[in-house]
């Protein structure tokens, strides 16, 4: 079930993550030319419907049949999302999610139907006039059909929310929220459930706390400092550096380690969570867009006019709760990091048995730094790496960053963190796997970097 979840979550997030830049752009017409903007204008304005009815949703949905078959499969599921909008009232961005992918499938199984059956010459005429029967198709069910259902779900999903927030409970969602996030299930959660709500909210209201629900870079913070106080070893001395990343960068991801170091600490996560939104819920807080990354800097250009106060307020409040449990927790029940000293020297030894001799530099021409999305945690990793390879004096080593599941299949070595570890494995069974826990002071880059210069 774990899994099914975690699959389901990774492609939503997929289909979001790489257009955030697009929703970003919306947003910030929408905060300096609607009516109640920095910069009203009505003529400019005029973008701001066509952009969330029509621009995300077929950016969601080229990218979801992309992801199954090419760019064959994106224009096909363009085409079947189309129909997913006009048989709707609402943005389509569930419905998307979904016919995206069926044209991508659908052209992908009738690719491999006629494969190595097209007469040679016809090879062109075929593949148009099949994308275009079968995306023509399926633009017609998705108007009559997945179009009207993918509605009735986006309503039942936010009458569900409604009622949290109705019934003054939406701070209960961090209970479910924070341990998710842990999990690695951040970017589906934040972009598979909160973008669809929260940007429909944002179209009504002008702002959504929906979107500072799992992007509150506060409860995190409050965490890490508390680390950085009370922690022990290795973990004191790197949180600091954690800290600035998380808040200043907003990769969440780098303080997932420090939670499952000491499990407990999800408890003060969930309080600085459930903290941080009641008081956005109390003070009428919200983004006017999706913050990604998750950092104070994305926070506050995304905050409309007249809910500063109310934004801050949310992050430092998340922030100071889970500091507070934090430091009590560590000094009650806090562990020192020698356990984890000991996981990753038996991982590094397992992985050695596992794999045998690491391979000359020589012989590797790739490196591929891998997270999640793709985006985040994987481009300071691969940026770190890279630099310890130039002060190794190692040259002609290509070091790149990757969505897990998106593993190119030249790659000669694949970094990750831990609990990615088995995913990295499936995309490239291939490339040696170096598995980390921390992202900044993992012992395992300069190993890496030994076993490179032989």
């Known amino acids: 079930m774990k899994q099914t979840v975690q699959k389901v ?40 419907g066509p952009m969330l009815s029509y621009l995300l949703p077929l950016l969601i949905g080229y990218t979801g049949g992309k992801m199954v078959n090419g760019v064959r499969g994106g224009v096909v599921g363009a085409i079947a999302t189309i129909g997913v909008i006009m048989g709707a009232s609402i943005p389509m961005f569930l419905g998307a999610m979904v016919a995206g992918p069926l044209g991508g499938w659908c052209v992908k199984k009738f690719d491999e139907a006629i494969d190595g059956k097209i007469p040679a010459g016809f090879e062109m005429l075929i593949n148009n006039f099949s994308a275009g029967i079968i995306g023509a198709i399926l633009s017609i069910i998705c108007y009559l059909g997945i179009g009207p259902l993918a509605e009735s779900a986006t309503n039942v999903l936010g009458a569900g929310v409604g009622w949290l927030v109705n019934h003054k409970m939406l701070p209960f969602a ?49 965490l890490l400092l508390a680390y950085s106080f009370v922690g022990k070893g290795n973990a004191k001395s790197s949180a600091p550096g954690a800290a600035v990343i998380h808040f200043l960068g907003g990769i969440h991801e780098i303080y997932f380690p420090y939670v499952l170091m000491n499990p407990i600490l999800i408890l003060a996560m969930m309080g600085g969570g459930f903290c941080g939104v009641l008081t956005l819920s109390v003070l009428g807080g919200g983004l006017i867009a999706p913050a990604s990354p998750g950092s104070i800097f994305a926070e506050l250009m995304m905050t409309p006019r007249g809910a500063y106060f109310a934004n801050c307020a949310g992050i430092l409040v998340g922030g100071v709760v889970s500091f507070l449990l934090s430091t009590v927790l560590l000094k009650i029940a806090g562990k020192d990091n020698a356990d984890l000293e000991a996981a990753q020297a038996s991982t590094r030894a397992m992985k050695a048995e596992s794999k045998g001799a690491a391979a000359p530099a020589a012989s590797v021409k790739k490196i591929v730094f891998a997270c999640d999305a793709g985006m985040g945690s994987s481009a300071m990793g691969a940026t770190k790496l890279r630099k310890k390879l130039q002060a190794a004096g190692l040259s002609g080593i290509t070091v790149v960053h990757s969505p897990v599941s998106e593993v190119p299949a030249d790659a000669d070595i694949i970094v990750c963190h831990r609990e990615l570890q088995g995913r990295a494995v499936e995309a490239n069974s291939k490339a040696r796997v170096v598995a980390i826990t921390d992202f900044l002071s993992a012992p395992e880059y300069d190993t890496l970097i030994q076993d490179l210069k032989g």
């Open 9 to 48: 979550g990774r492609a939503l997030s997929a289909m979001v993550m790489p257009n955030l830049g697009a929703f970003i752009a919306w947003g910030l017409i929408t905060a300096l030319f609607i009516p109640t903007g920095w910069l009203p204008n009505e003529k400019l304005a005029n973008m701001v």
């Open 174 to 222: 961090s209970i479910l929220v924070e341990p998710a996030k842990v999990l690695f299930l951040n970017n589906a959660i934040n972009h598979g459930v909160f973008t669809p709500l929260g940007t429909q909210q944002s179209l009504e209201f002008g702002r959504s706390i929906y979107f500072m629900i799992e992007s509150n870079p506060g409860p995190g913070l409050g």
